[in-house]
T-cell receptor, first 112, second 114 residues
Framework: EAGVTQFPSHSVIEKGQTVTLRCDPI?????LYWYRRVMGKEIKFLLH????????ESGMPNNRFLAERTGGTYSTLKVQPAELEDSGVYFC??????????FGEGSRLTVL | AQKVTQAQTEISVVEKEDVTLDCVYE???????LFWYKQPPSGELVFLIR??????QNEISGRYSWNFQKSTSSFNFTITASQVVDSAVYFC???????????FGKGNQVVVIP
């Protein structure tokens, strides 16, 4: 069974540009989460989807970040316009109704 | 509010030595869950263990063992007879009951020297 997959694995963009990260959860997992780790700091919660609905988006840093999960399958996280402080590793995780979170390999974002 | 502290940032050990990673947590809830994840160089976060707040029994899994002490709010992780493949970042995390988000510590970078 395929795990959580994230794309791209690494993205390098310039300040002001737009980047879209994608996450494909494990098939059948209703819960999908985005987390972020900025260099040297904790992994921080960004938001949580249950199917296509945003259950909790209190961790989203500002309105430059937009997450979607159309159809309750894969999710995208768009950063527009990107700033230097957005650099970090963005993790996606999924879980069934109850149970452990399964994480992807992360998407590393570097903003120059 | 939930908070996890991993004080040691980088720990280097020689192969076959034991290494203990400290994790101290804060929560006002009486029911919560504690986790350890491993992040190898490939990048993904690999689940290692989950412990419920009402189960203080220590656990051993191969060379890994966990010591849960509610009295000191600690959930420490020991790798016995370390191997080079244990080199990774290890994260401790906390989730309060009824809350779907995990609170992570900053992680411990473990370097096992052959």
């Amino acid at each position: 069974e395929a795990g959580v997959t994230q794309f791209p694995s690494h993205s390098v963009i310039e300040k002001g540009q737009t980047v879209t990260l994608r996450c494909d959860p494990i098939s059948g997992h209703d819960n999908l989460y985005w987390y972020r780790r900025v260099m040297g700091k904790e992994i921080k919660f960004l938001l949580h989807f249950v199917k296509e609905s945003k259950q909790d988006e209190s961790g989203m840093p500002n309105n430059r970040f937009l997450a979607e999960r159309t159809g309750g399958t894969y999710s995208t996280l768009k950063v527009q316009p990107a700033e230097l402080e957005d650099s970090g590793v963005y993790f996606c995780a999924s879980s069934p109704s109850t149970g452990e979170l399964f994480f992807g390999e992360g998407s590393r974002l570097t903003v120059l | 509010a939930q908070k996890v502290t991993q004080a040691q940032t980088e720990i280097s050990v020689v192969e076959k030595e034991d290494v203990t990673l400290d994790c101290v947590y804060e929560t006002r809830d009486t029911t919560y869950y504690l986790f350890w994840y491993k992040q190898p160089p490939s990048g993904e976060l690999v689940f290692l263990i989950r412990r419920n707040s009402f189960d203080e029994q220590n656990e051993i899994s191969g060379r890994y063992s966990w010591n849960f002490q509610k009295s000191t709010s600690s959930f420490n992780f020991t790798i016995t007879a370390s191997q080079v493949v244990d080199s990774a970042v290890y994260f401790c995390a906390l989730r309060e009951y009824g809350n779907n988000r995990l609170a992570f510590g900053k992680g411990n970078q473990v370097v096992v020297i052959p």
